[in-house]
Nanobody, 128 residues
Framework: QAQLVESGGGLVQPGGSLGLSCTASGVTLDYYTIGWFRQAPGKKRDGVSAISSGGGNAVYADSVKGRFTFSRDNAKNTMYLQMNNLKPEDTVVYYC?????????????????????WGQGTQVTVSS
C-alpha cells in the first residue's frame, strides 16, 4: 500500500527558512507526478510546486516563486520543499502528493485534482 510520510514542519520567524521532506513507500516517485500543496483552514488546497512524471522542471505558484525550491532524491524515494524568506501568510498545513499519471501544464500540475496519494500534512507556522 502506498504511503507518503512528511516531516520538517514547525515554527519559524518571518524571513527564516524551513525544509520539508516527504518519503514514499509502496510507490516509486521517479515514475510519478509529484507535488506540494498547502491548505488554510476552511479553504481549498492550493498547489505550491509540482513536477510531472513526464520530466521537466518544477513549476511554482506565483506566491512562492523565488522563495521555495522543489527537489527530489530518487535513491531515497523522497521529495523536498526548501522554503526561504518565509512570510506569515505561508502559515498553513503543507501536504505532499503523488500520482502515476502525467500532468501537462502548470495549472493542471498545481491542481489538487487527480493526485491519488497524499501525505498526512505538516504544519508550518511563520511568526515572530
Amino acid at each position: 500500500q502506498a504511503q507518503l510520510v512528511e516531516s520538517g514542519g514547525g515554527l519559524v520567524q518571518p524571513g527564516g527558512s524551513l525544509g520539508l521532506s516527504c518519503t514514499a513507500s509502496g510507490v516509486t516517485l521517479d515514475y510519478y507526478t509529484i507535488g506540494w500543496f498547502r491548505q488554510a483552514p476552511g479553504k481549498k488546497r492550493d498547489g505550491v510546486s509540482a513536477i510531472s512524471s513526464g520530466g521537466g522542471n518544477a513549476v511554482y505558484a506565483d506566491s512562492v516563486k523565488g522563495r521555495f525550491t522543489f527537489s527530489r532524491d530518487n535513491a531515497k524515494n523522497t521529495m523536498y520543499l526548501q522554503m526561504n524568506n518565509l512570510k506569515p501568510e505561508d502559515t498553513v498545513v503543507y501536504y505532499c502528493a503523488a500520482d502515476p499519471g502525467t500532468k501537462v501544464g502548470s495549472s493542471w500540475l498545481l491542481s489538487e485534482i487527480g493526485y491519488t496519494y497524499w501525505g498526512q500534512g505538516t504544519q508550518v507556522t511563520v511568526s515572530s
